[in-house]
């Protein structure tokens, strides 16, 4: 598959340029927003470890010159979030302070529910979806979702199989397939100023997602 | 991670979904940082559960308020059904607390020991009326009745009448075991207002026929 960076980007993102420095940001804040929310990250958190990443990678970046192999600076650039997050959960509590910068990063990691990525077209597509599902799966939406049930105990209860909620998501997604370019409104990739090359396709009536 | 470990282990929906173990989850991590493909499916996923939820929480919001709108459809009965209610709270208060305690208190009265006024009454004979003086407060009044001698019944048939006319009480007694004894009557003295009484006494064969073989008269009084 292509890669992501090439040395262009790099080259411009040293030297300032404020089209790919937008959308570094932006690419990579989204990023580094669903690693720390995924692991019951709070808002001031998300900010923390994205301004704290990106000024060290910007730093050893403009310092070395660049990365021997440009197109794994999407690597290099998790290896710095991952490490500051895990500065900044040992200073959480005592619990976070066991671990090193380089053990598993798991406070209370769960499902990735970020309220802000929520549309009133998307929901009303995923109605109609509802609708279809049976009343068993719909119950079990229901105590998940809106009693907040764990999902263990929900399956049990049910008598429904642990990947039923991944059917069913996998469902919506093939169902909104070929509306899917509209949930990529406002990804950080379709940025007006500069893109990689890997990136530039997915503008083109989500000629990509369609892939999915 | 390789880019078709992610796809076939399905990878970007287990990440959103809070599914993969510590190990694999931040090897993806790593590898959807540099894949775009990848970051774009964990985005899409992201996209797609907080909708999914919140499809479902609106869903709800809705079943829930539409329920409480049934509910309110009858409220005009609920004026009515409050009423009902107090109604109901106020009698078995009273019955709780006013009612069935003064019952106990009465029966517990009545089926302590305790000694009755008793009278011997005498069969009218010349007109003159029997004077009885009840204290004040009896609960009973023993009355004791002379049979008249001749044939013996099987059983008495008593009629307390007040003033002659109004019944009082009715009283069916067996016949005394010893000949010649008195029949015996016990009568809730509370219920015996002052005033002149009359006592029928019938006799009551083998066959239920009822003959008056006595009449006494008495005045109670109270004192």
Redesign the interface.
């Known amino acids: 598959m292509d890669a992501a960076f090439d040395r262009e980007y790099l080259e411009r993102l040293i030297a300032r340029d404020p089209a790919v420095e937008e959308h570094f940001v932006r690419h990579f804040g989204e990023l580094i927003r669903m690693v720390v929310m995924a692991r019951a990250g709070s808002r001031r958190l998300v900010e923390d470890v994205r301004q704290e990443t990106f000024l060290r990678v910007l730093e050893i970046l403009r310092k070395q010159g660049g990365l021997d192999r440009p197109e794994r600076l999407g690597s290099f650039v998790y290896s710095v979030c991952r490490r500051v997050l895990a500065e900044q959960l040992r200073q959480q509590g005592p619990a976070a302070q066991s671990r090193g910068p380089d053990g598993p990063l798991d406070p209370g990691y769960r499902m990735l529910i970020d309220e802000r990525l929520v549309r009133q077209e998307h929901k009303r597509r995923l109605e109609r979806l509802l609708e279809e599902l049976s009343p068993v799966e719909r119950k079990a939406l229901r105590m998940v979702f809106w009693e907040d049930r764990d999902r263990a105990e929900v399956c049990a209860e049910l008598g429904l199989s642990q990947d039923y909620l991944r059917v069913i998501l996998c469902r919506a997604k093939a169902r909104l397939r070929s509306s899917f370019s509209a949930l990529e409104k406002g990804f950080p990739s379709k940025s007006r100023g500069y893109r990689p090359q890997a990136l530039r396709g997915e503008t083109s009536g989500g000629s990509k997602i369609t892939e999915l | 991670m390789e ?1 078709r470990e992610a796809v076939e282990i ?1 990878a970007a ?7 993969l173990p ?2 694999q ?2 090897a993806f ?2 590898h ?6 990848c ?22 919001e809705r079943e829930s308020w539409s329920r409480a709108q049934r509910l309110l459809a009858w409220r005009p009965l609920l004026p009515a059904a409050l009423a009902a209610c107090l109604l109901l709270a106020i009698a078995a208060g009273y019955l709780g607390f006013i009612a069935l305690p003064s019952l106990k208190r009465q029966i517990a009265a009545r089926t302590a020991p305790q000694a009755y006024p008793a009278v011997f009454l005498r069969p009218l004979v010349r007109g003159e009326e029997q004077a009885i003086r009840v204290p004040r407060g009896a609960q009973f009044l023993g009355l004791w009745l002379d049979v008249p001698p001749g044939a013996a019944y099987r059983a008495y048939h008593c009629e307390l009448l007040r003033d002659a006319e109004s019944p009082v009480a009715v009283i069916q007694a067996p016949a005394p075991a010893q000949p010649g004894a008195p029949l015996n009557l016990l009568l809730d003295a509370s219920r015996l207002a002052p005033g002149r009484y009359v006592l029928l006494l019938r006799g009551q064969d083998s066959e239920g026929a009822r003959r008056q073989i006595a009449r006494f008269s008495f005045l109670i009084q109270l004192e």
């Open positions: 880019h399905q929906e287990r990440y959103v979904l809070g599914e510590a190990g989850r931040e991590e790593e959807f940082f540099d894949c775009p493909e970051s774009r499916q964990v985005r899409s996923c992201a996209v797609l559960l907080a909708n999914l939820r919140a499809a479902v929480s609106e869903q709800a």
